[in-house]
């Protein structure tokens, strides 16, 4: 069974989420949609758009999205079988929380890691 396929996105809390995303607009070029974040596309080797993209979001500090985790920062993944991964993490003794959604987004699961860090995991909807 194929685990993790890729990076779908990178969230990280910030105290002031407004400068820290204006700092990287400004200094790093990154362009912070009003949403808060920024989608980066793929492309091929020829540099030619393909299917799907990875997410790039600053939140705020006082969120408890990442709950139970402390942590600053959180990595979703995309993967191929999200409910055959959340199964096979689960009798591996992995630390999986019990809510999967699904929706018009794909399927979400979220699993914590040794050190406490909260990691989604992600199936596309098919075709993306």
């Given at each position: 069974m194929k685990r993790v396929t890729g990076i779908g996105g990178i969230f990280f809390h910030a105290r002031d989420p407004a400068a ?95 050190e406490g860090n909260k990691v989604e995991l992600w199936e596309p909807p098919?075709?993306?």
């Amino acid at each position: 069974m194929k685990r993790v396929t890729g990076i779908g996105g990178i969230f990280f809390h910030a105290r002031d989420p407004a400068a820290l995303r204006a700092w990287y607009q400004s200094h790093l070029g990154i362009d912070v949609q009003a949403w808060g974040g920024a989608a980066f596309t793929w492309t091929d080797e020829q540099g030619k758009p393909t299917a799907g993209s990875t997410i790039w979001n600053i939140g705020d500090a006082k969120s408890d999205y990442f709950a139970p985790s402390t942590s600053s920062f959180m990595v979703n993944y995309r993967v191929a079988d999200l409910h055959a991964l959340v199964a096979a993490l689960r009798d591996e003794g992995c630390n999986v929380l019990e809510k999967i959604e699904e929706s018009e987004y794909g399927k979400f699961a979220w699993v914590i890691d040794p050190e406490g860090n909260k990691v989604e995991l992600w199936e596309p909807p098919a075709g993306q």
